[in-house]
């Protein structure tokens, strides 16, 4: 799976309102500005405005009637209207969380829940387990839309469902320990029967509409808002990998538990299961070494490629042959690296050479999917200068590509993995950032 950034113009999303579950393509976004909500229907590529109030932090849509929602950022009434006609808006119960189903809809602020059976034209109350029920989040189940639920703030932190899309609630169970103020519903899609519940930088699953909850994940408090990254296995579905700043995690549950790892993983093989790689270290003035594991991480083996106490960080890259990968260097500090910047291996990283070309410090690398292996490398240039690098000759020598007006460090690279020939590329610039697009392999960009 690959991420490339919506740009949906100025006004960058601050938020996504909805994205359309039988129409990949359908994405609604609002952001802070005169624009505040964007409509696209081609992933992104183009946008229309929807007029409304100029702050909107969030809101949600009812895809069965096409009705959108919307919570102003000034603490107004909820509004809504039709998603794809008209320009008034209706008002509804001042809110700060708002979920729409089915033609029906639920609002929580300050402990108050209101319903709309007619997709937001009027509301009513709702009451909970007596009027002490302080609801802070909603939720509709994606698949069933007469499922819903409610979570009750702190201290008791009750999570109630409903089966008749809102109008009535019954007590389900309740989260222990102090759910704080903030907290979010997801529903996984299916029987409507499995929660998943943010809270306070928690994350609870239940199996059973809401009666009994565990933690994600089961083991110690990891991973954690410190995750850096996430690995997956070539073929074992359930097996995957978290690195952290200073240690890694491993399940073979598809993430429901978890067990540390020997050494902090900086990837996998996409062609071999059970090949993973990681990096060891001795300390702050002893350094590092490059490890390997072929038996899914659960031991690992020193391979004769080290590193000094200022090389701290590590991608990993997959080449074109099964064999063949790639790993990329960074410094921790502003001494002058005494080692080359990147290696390469041939033999499933068992062995390694130094890739010479590189001058500059990697911060970013990606490649090119399918066959004819194109790399590339965003290095830490000063403005002024190139900071994207490609490789056509797996790293043998490395040509700048410019990016029209713009230069300096490039922090992040993508390649559209159906389409080669289109790159994004971020930029750190003196007043913030800058992303491009090229749809020709970097030949021009926008």
Not at 102 to 130: E, F, P
Not at 285 to 292: A, E, H, I, M
Not at 379 to 406: C, K, M, Y
Request: hydrophobic content about 40%; aromatic content about 8%; proline content about 5%.
């Amino acid at each position: 799976m690959s991420w490339t950034p919506l740009d949906a113009g100025s006004n960058q999303p601050q938020c996504v309102i909805g994205a359309n579950p039988d129409l990949g393509t359908e994405v609604v976004t609002c952001s802070i500005g005169i624009a505040g909500i964007r409509h696209s229907l081609d992933a992104g590529t183009t946008w229309t405005t929807i007029a409304s109030h100029q702050d909107v932090r969030g809101g949600s849509i009812d895809w069965t009637t096409r009705t959108v929602f919307v919570i102003p950022g000034f603490g107004g009434p909820l509004l809504s209207k039709p998603l794809d006609s008209g320009t008034v808006w209706i008002p509804g119960p001042v809110a700060q969380e708002v979920a729409a189903a089915g033609g029906k809809a639920l609002a929580a602020r300050g402990g108050v829940l209101s319903y709309s059976n007619d997709h937001g034209v009027s509301w009513q109350g709702v009451t909970i387990g007596g009027a002490d029920f302080a609801a802070i989040a909603v939720a509709y189940a994606p698949t069933r839309p007469e499922i819903a639920y409610a979570l009750e703030a702190a201290p008791a932190s009750r999570m109630a469902k409903s089966v008749d899309g809102g109008a009535t609630f019954t007590i389900a169970g309740a989260i222990a320990g102090d759910g704080g103020g903030n907290a979010e519903i997801a529903v996984e899609a299916g029987a409507g029967d499995r929660v998943i519940v943010s809270v306070e930088g928690r994350v609870l699953r239940s199996i059973d509409s809401g009666a009994t909850w565990q933690p994600l994940p089961r083991a110690g408090d990891f991973p954690s808002r410190s995750s850096r990254g996430v690995s997956f296995d070539a073929a074992a579905t359930g097996l995957r990998f978290v690195r952290g700043d200073v240690a890694s995690q491993r399940s073979i549950d598809a993430g429901l538990t978890w067990q540390p790892v020997q050494d902090l993983v900086i990837g996998t093989s996409p062609s071999r299961s059970g090949l993973v790689f990681g990096v060891r270290a001795f300390g702050v003035t002893f350094g590092s070494v490059l490890s390997r594991s072929v038996d899914s991480g659960v031991t690992f083996q020193e391979t004769p490629l080290s590193f000094n106490r200022n090389q701290s960080e590590f991608r990993l890259v997959a080449g074109e042959a099964p064999s063949e990968f790639f790993v990329f260097v960074r410094t921790s500090s502003q001494v002058p690296p005494a080692q080359a910047l990147a290696y390469r291996s041939t033999d499933e990283g068992v062995t390694w050479t130094a890739v010479t070309g590189l001058a500059r410090e990697v911060l970013s690398v990606a490649r090119s999917s399918g066959a004819g292996l194109a790399l590339y490398a965003g290095v830490d240039a000063p403005i002024g200068e190139a900071g994207l690098f490609r490789s056509l000759n797996h790293g043998t020598s490395w040509q700048a590509i410019v990016t029209g007006d713009v230069s300096g460090p490039v922090t992040a690279i993508a390649v559209d993995p159906a389409n080669p020939q289109r790159l994004f590329v971020a930029y750190r610039l003196a007043n913030g950032a800058e992303v491009l697009r090229s749809v020709d392999g970097g030949a021009t960009w926008t």
